[in-house]
């Protein structure tokens, strides 16, 4: 009885867990050799950066952003431009795609943070637009409608990450590394102001917490995170257009959030599992994907507040509780 | 010939002064949905583009597909897009009660995935259109044409507008509407049903969405996903004028339509979308709280 | 001397006056009490204070520097705590957490380093878990120590909120309406806690409407009635004082 209550407790543990998710990846191109499957792992470990700093802002600062895929399309602009047009080492593009989005988030941040409300939100949702009218419009810059080709593939000094297996890794270090910072975060001190903040701005404030600040401070994530997504996706697909940056892809990022759960790092990881998956997923049956997907939402939101991965993590943290007593 | 030129130019703003109204009193009309849900419940209705895009396709299927004449299509319409409104309180906000603002907002995005996807499967991609309320003769004005279809768009907005402050202004449950947004235990307390506030002004607002769609259908094309634009652009609007202000969404609306149609004789087309968000970015960090709102924002 | 110095303080909401041109100090390890009728201006002059709203005009001196300049969230690191009328504890975050967040101000970690790990993050984390495991211990809820804040009764919300604002080890405490909600066993505890608090160091400034309670505990007391000081004195002499029985007791007469 008792190793059955310890292999189950142990089943629960979130490290062996997170252990058993990361040797999947490690092993992952070799059981998997096909293509599609490992383009599969790819766009996912890709969402999950892309969601990493989004899962932050809303969950624990508790606002909307419709931002995500301008900042996301800032980054794959950004470093495929750089390679393409000025012929930049392609790591240098990468760290500048994380960095202007980031700036701009950071200047967009600091000027409407301090207001409350759907300020934000709105803001945001203009930005989504304008970056899509900028991009297509510009055609000698950005290429225009047709986009940019003929990106290069990643490459750190010599090394050169040109098939999809080493890619895959390139891609999953990125994103485990961000889920670790993101979760590193959450579980200390910074973590604990964000909470207070949701609770009440103005407990938060008398006990020495900037506010405004940590909010900015969050939402320049949410556009680093974006912007290196943007270069990973631009430097694999190797061809970008300003289809790949609708405002659509934001308002989806949201709502996949909402679904997978914006508490925890798993609600991230499966958004992104299920943003990659859902085009394929009804088949034959495609046009109902997003009156089907419209309906999971509402369902989810009805019965399964916090996401579906709240509620599992309730219900685990209650199965737990019941073996240890 | 210069005064000539002068003239010429003249009349063209005239012409994009009056399309900027017709054009921006839709986004009054669909910023004053948002300005009736949001005073009674903080939600800000990511369905209300919907709304709009619900009556346009129903009047233009009623009348041209199964031929009922204009009156009764447009007022069947109208009861059909308020009927969704309240179906979608008693089934999406209401058992959501109590949980706060995050879920509330992300259910009307939600209710508007499901209501696209559900005019995709109904209507299918082509684009719908009817003939003009009073026809499609354009009207010399100094210059100028003006549609027949304006007028009425200018003169339903001026409608709305009256009854609406009047209805918030001088009748009980526009009062009540608005005591909910202040306090909801408090107007409990004073015995106003707050539910059947909530219900009521998610019917409204509905109705108003669905009005402004049936009135713009003769002057575009409506599609099953026009309602995303319409939502984007009158939530700019109800943001423009000061979020929760009525004079202030039909001011907003006004602002905004303007500006999209005389950035149009200023940049290429392309950029008009773009000149216009820039407008409101610009306007939000000058003036946070809108153009007439102040009540609804601390800084 | 003082440690608190208050002039000409004044707050208007659209053209509402809420506070009128307030003038009064706060000596340093005493305790002194602000009370007047509902709406009088209390909790605006906590605000102020605390940084919860900037005066329209006056100024407030604290430790001799001038506070209406000073950004909201610094004051509580220049030794400003305080306590809400209604507890406002974080009710998602346990009970030690909430307390680990009063040392906020005084720990460094930010972004980067929480997000890395870093030692130097970490040590600070088992420190002020230390610290903030001491501070329950004081209180008397170290055995709720795991709790989510929430599902605390409210007579320890109140403790626990209070144990938060010492944990940021505050020079002026700041009290609205503590006893507000609790039992008379339970407001006979507080009173003990404010005197202890007061005994170790701390300046007190409390908003109350229990009387008894102000005029056992505090050394020195402010009548507000519509936003103007109408009063100021040892407690003695505030239940004697006719303007202040007419404005704020009115006929039912002091106990």
Not at chain 1, 56 to 64: D, P, T
Not at chain 2, 229 to 238: D, E, I, N, P, R
Not at chain 3, 164 to 175: D, H, I, N
Request: a positive charge.
């Amino acid at each position: 009885m008792i190793t059955i209550r310890l292999l189950l407790r142990g089943l629960f543990h979130k490290r062996i867990l997170t252990g058993v998710g990361i040797g999947v990846l490690l092993v992952f191109p070799f059981i998997f050799s096909r293509e599609y499957l490992i383009n599969v792992s790819i766009f996912t470990g890709i969402f999950v950066v892309l969601l990493v700093g989004l899962s932050l802002f809303i969950g624990h600062v508790g606002q909307f952003s419709f931002a995500q895929a301008a900042f996301y399309g800032m980054g794959a602009y950004t470093s495929s431009l750089l390679t393409t047009r000025l012929g930049v080492a392609v790591w240098l593009g990468f760290l500048a795609a994380g960095a202007l989005p980031g700036l701009t988030a950071y200047a967009i941040g600091s000027l409407t943070l301090r207001l409350r409300g759907y300020y934000l939100a709105m803001v945001t949702l203009a930005l989504c637009g304008i970056f899509h009218v900028f991009v297509t419009e510009q055609y000698s810059i950005t290429g225009g409608p047709s986009g940019v080709y003929g990106i290069p593939p990643l490459s750190f000094g010599k090394i050169r990450v040109e098939s999809a297996a080493s890619y895959h890794y390139v891609v999953w270090t990125i994103a485990v590394l961000s889920l670790i910072f993101s979760r590193n975060i959450t579980k200390s001190r910074v973590g604990r102001a964000l909470k207070a903040i949701e609770g009440s701005e103005d407990a938060a404030t008398v006990l020495g917490i900037d506010v405004s600040g940590y909010k900015i401070k969050i939402f320049t994530l949410t556009g680093v995170s974006a912007g290196i997504a943007g270069s990973l996706f631009a430097h694999y697909v190797t061809y970008i257009a300003p289809g790949n940056f609708t405002l659509d892809l934001s308002i989806w990022l949201v709502v996949i959030l909402a679904i997978g759960g914006v508490r925890n790092i798993s609600g991230v990881v499966m958004g992104a599992g299920f943003t990659t998956i859902f085009p394929f997923l009804l088949g034959p049956y495609q046009k109902y994907n997003m009156l089907v997907f419209g309906i999971i939402l509402v369902l989810v939101l009805m019965f399964l507040p916090g996401g579906i991965t709240g509620v599992i993590g309730r219900k685990i943290e209650g199965a737990k509780a019941k073996l240890l007593v | 010939m210069g005064i000539g030129e002068g003239e010429m130019t003249r009349s063209q703003i005239l012409q994009f002064v009056i399309s900027g109204i017709t054009q921006g009193s839709i986004y009054a009309m669909v910023a004053l949905g948002f300005t009736i849900i949001f005073r009674t419940t903080r939600i800000v209705n990511f369905a209300q583009g919907d709304f709009v895009m619900f009556g346009a396709m129903l009047v233009a299927t009623l009348h041209n597909l199964f031929h009922i004449s204009l009156l009764p299509s447009i007022l069947l319409s109208i009861l059909i897009v308020a009927m969704i409104g309240g179906a979608m309180e008693i089934t999406m906000i209401y058992p959501l009660k109590g949980v706060g603002i995050f879920p509330l907002v992300m259910i009307t995005l939600g209710a508007s995935i499901i209501f696209n996807s559900s005019s995709l499967l109904i209507w299918g991609v082509d684009p719908l259109h009817l003939k003009g309320f009073s026809g499609d003769n354009p009207i010399r004005f100094y210059g100028a044409t003006l549609m027949p279809q304006t007028l009425w768009i200018v003169g339903a907005i001026v409608c709305v507008a009256v009854a609406l402050f009047s209805f918030f202004r001088y009748t009980k449950i526009g009062q009540a509407m608005l005591a909910c947004s202040m306090n909801d235990e408090a107007a409990a307390s004073v015995g106003i049903n707050v539910r059947m506030m909530v219900l009521s002004s998610f019917i409204l607002s509905a109705a108003l969405g669905g009005l402004g769609g049936v009135l713009i259908v003769p002057i575009t094309m409506v599609m099953f996903d026009m309602g995303v634009l319409m939502t984007l652009k009158g939530f700019a609007a109800a943001i423009l004028g000061g979020l929760g202000s009525a004079p202030g969404a039909v001011v907003g609306g006004i602002v905004l339509g303007l500006a999209e149609s005389l950035s149009c004789g200023i940049v290429s087309s392309g950029y008009r979308d773009s000149i216009t968000l820039f407008v409101l970015i610009l306007v939000l960090l000058v003036r946070p709280s809108g153009i007439l709102g102040s009540r609804f924002i601390k800084r | 001397m003082a440690l608190l110095d208050i002039f000409n303080l004044t707050k208007n909401f659209d053209g509402l006056v809420a506070v009128d041109n307030v003038n009064f100090s706060v000596g340093e390890r005493t305790i002194t009490a602000i009370i007047g009728p509902n709406g009088a201006g209390k909790t605006t002059v906590f605000n102020m204070i605390s940084g919860l709203g900037k005066p329209t005009s006056g100024s407030i001196i604290f430790d001799g520097l001038e506070l209406t300049k000073v950004k909201e969230y610094k004051l509580c690191g220049m030794g400003i705590g305080r306590v809400f009328q209604i507890p406002k504890i974080f009710g998602e975050l346990s009970v030690l957490e909430n307390v680990m967040v009063g040392f906020h101000a005084q720990t460094r970690s930010d972004l980067v380093k929480t997000g890395l790990h870093l030692p130097s993050m970490v040590r600070e984390e088992n420190m002020i878990r230390e610290w903030a495991l001491k501070k329950l211990e004081m209180f008397n809820l170290l055995e709720s120590e795991e709790k989510l804040a929430g599902t605390l009764p409210f007579g320890n919300q109140r403790l626990l909120e209070i144990a938060r604002a010492l944990a940021t080890e505050p020079k002026l405490l700041l009290l609205d309406e503590p006893t507000a909600g609790l039992t008379p066993a339970e407001t006979e505890v507080l009173k003990n806690r404010i005197l202890t608090i007061r005994d170790s160091g701390t300046t007190i400034l409390i908003v109350e409407h229990n009387l008894s309670m102000v005029f056992s505990i505090s050394d020195h007391v402010i009548v507000l009635n519509y936003g103007k000081k109408i009063f100021e004195g040892p407690p003695t002499l505030v239940r004697r004082n006719p303007e202040v029985i007419d404005a704020y007791i009115g006929r039912r007469g002091l106990k």
